[in-house]
């Protein structure tokens, strides 16, 4: 099993920029494909952004391209993710999670990935 811990979360004006992180512990890091998922309220969890295991391959949701970046440090055993033009749409409650897996070939949905973090809250708000 891998552990997940995210931080990084907090307040942010409008158009600011944030960096979440995510300490993954237990087994090898780099055995699992990542992902970043939102939860805001009252709404479903949605997909953010998907990186294969050593960072060949990266994924975002449309809404997220061009203002987002998924990275990832092996040797660190930690994902990062680094958000930029936040809007207060971005408001929620952001996961990390690990799908164990072969070969990325793309975002194939949250089912897949078997472990999560506890997530951290991100607000957008003047």
């Known amino acids: 099993q891998v552990q997940l811990v995210e931080s990084g979360g907090g307040l942010v004006q409008p158009g600011g920029s944030l960096r979440l992180s995510c300490a993954a512990s237990?087994?090898?890091?780099?055995?699992?494909?990542m992902g970043w998922f939102r939860q805001a309220p009252g709404k479903e969890r949605e997909f953010v952004a998907a990186?294969?295991?050593?960072?060949?391959?990266?994924d975002y949701t449309d809404s997220m391209k061009g203002r987002a970046a998924i990275s990832r440090d092996n040797a660190k055993n930690t994902l990062y993710l680094q958000m930029n033009s936040l809007k207060p749409e971005g408001t929620a409650v952001y996961y990390c999670?690990?799908?164990?897996?072969?070969?990325?070939?793309?975002?194939?949905?949250?089912?897949?990935?078997?472990?999560w973090g506890q997530g951290t809250q991100v607000t957008v708000s003047s």
């Open positions: 237990g087994r090898t890091f780099s055995d699992y494909a």
């Open positions: 999670a690990a799908r164990y897996t072969g070969t990325y070939n793309g975002y194939n949905g949250a089912a897949s990935y078997g472990y």
């Open positions: 990186i294969s295991r050593f960072g060949s391959r990266t």
